[in-house]
T-cell receptor, first 117, second 112 residues
């Protein structure tokens, strides 16, 4: 099946710094990728839809200037958490759909655990 | 807005028993319903996808049913094994692009 690679798996940073998370589709082209956030014992919450070559679409309540999304190629989307604070500590995960797969399944990255000190 | 609920939140069974995981959603206008498995600190693995026009899907020991009219889906895992221990998430697709609304998950522990 299709593979989505997400890096880094873990990141610890100081408050006020920025952190970039990469999401790559390894063997297929993904015109659309999704970014989710998951707090402990809670469900995944959609943050934004990343579209190749255009601006991302953010869900209500998600700060655009805080969570910068860039989808510059058909295989790479990045999420940058700017001026991170402890409340941004969470598990971030991306997903992508292989439009060539008739099963319409979504493939998820392995996630990034962000800890802001 | 679509809301997805999973009951129970946690479940512990001895090895060999069948598992029944429930998922309910408030808006029946779904594109599809998906079940995922999540291991601690890891990403999601897709288990089954049921199109809105389908009633069930099967893969090995897994069977998922869908009743749109009542807003319910059930995941059955036959003859559970310790390796089935994980959190199981259901998600309703609200459009054809892949936007998903997730439930909070059911944490399953299968004891040897």
């Amino acid at each position: 099946g299709a593979v989505v690679s997400q890096h880094p798996s873990w990141v610890i940073c100081k408050s006020g710094t920025s952190v970039k998370i990469e999401c790559r589709s390894l063997d297929f082209q993904a015109t659309t990728m999704f970014w989710y956030r998951q707090f402990p014992k809670q469900s995944l919450m959609l943050m934004a839809t990343s579209n190749e070559g255009s601006k991302a679409t953010y869900e209500q309540g998600v700060e655009k200037d805080k969570f910068l999304i860039n989808h510059a190629s058909l295989t790479l989307s990045t999420l940058t958490v700017t001026s991170a604070h402890p409340e941004d500590s969470s598990f971030y995960i991306c997903s992508a759909r292989d439009w060539g797969d008739s099963n319409e399944k979504l493939f998820f990255g392995s996630g990034t655990q962000l800890s802001v000190l | 807005k679509q809301e997805v609920t999973q009951i129970p939140a946690a479940l512990s069974v001895p090895e060999g028993e069948n598992l029944v995981l429930n998922c309910s959603f408030t808006d029946s206008a779904i594109y599809n319903l998906q079940w995922f498995r999540q291991d601690p600190g890891k990403g999601l693995t897709s288990l089954l996808l049921i199109q809105s026009s389908q009633r069930e899907q099967t893969s090995g020991r897994l069977n998922a049913s869908l009743d749109k009219s009542s807003g319910r889906s059930t995941l059955y895992i036959a003859a559970s094994q310790p390796g089935d221990s994980a959190t199981y998430l259901c998600a309703a697709a609200t459009d054809s692009w892949g936007k998903l609304q997730f439930g909070a998950g059911t944490q399953v522990v299968v004891t040897p």
